[in-house]
C-alpha cells in the first residue's frame, strides 16, 4: 500500500461513466502532488478488470453506472480482493442507499456535491486503513444507527418467510424434502432452496443442530406456522 507521507504516490482507479467528470477528477487528484490515477472504468466490468490489472491503493467507484453498476462491481472485487479499498462515489444521500452501499463493502462514502478538498480527505483516509463518510450524510448514518439500535431486535424465528417457517415445522415433524414438496406442490429443489435459506438464517448446519434449536427455543418453534 502507498503511502503519501513517504513520498510515494497513492494510486487510484477511478470508475465513472461520465467522461467529463472522470475527466475533472483525474485533473484535480493529480495536482495534489500525492495522488495518480491508474486507471478510468466507465462501467462496473471495466472497475472489476481494472482493478484485477492494476492493483490501485484506492477505487473511486460511481455506483450508478451502465451495464454492471457499480454496487455489483464493489461486491465483486471485495471477494476476490479482501483488501480492496473502495470509496462510493455517488448523487444519493438516501439512508437506505447509503447503507446499501456500506453493506457491500465500501470503505468510504462521498456525495458528488462534495467539496473537491472532502474528497481528497476521504482517498487519504482510506489508504491509511480509515473509514469516511461524508459530513453530507454521516448524519443521516448516526441517526439510523440510533433508530436501530433503540428497536427491538427480531427473535432467529422471525426473520424467516412464512414458507421457510412452514417448511422448518415439516422438517421438524421428521418430513424428508420430497414429502414436503409434494404436499406443499412445490419442486425438490425449491423446498431444498429454502430449508438452506432458514438453515443459513438461524445458524445451523444439520438435523442435530435444527433439534437442538427446537430444545432451546421450546414454545416458540412449534408456533413457527
Known sequence: MSDSTSGTKLRVLLAEDHALLRQSLKAYLETQGDCVVVGEAQDGREAMRLYGEHRPDVVLMDLSMPGLDGMVAVRSIRRDFPDARIIALTAHRAEEYLHAALDSGVDGYVVKAASAEDLLSAIRAVCRGEAYVSPEVSATLINGYLRGSRAPKPTPLEQL????????????????????????????????????????????????QVREFVKTHGGEAERVD
Open 161 to 208: 418467510t412464512a414458507r421457510e417457517k412452514h417448511i422448518l415445522e415439516m422438517v421438524i415433524g421428521g418430513m424428508k424434502n420430497k414429502e414436503i414438496a409434494e404436499k406443499l406442490f412445490l419442486s425438490t429443489r425449491t423446498v431444498e432452496k429454502h430449508r438452506a435459506n432458514f438453515m443459513k438464517k438461524l445458524g445451523l448446519h444439520n438435523l442435530h
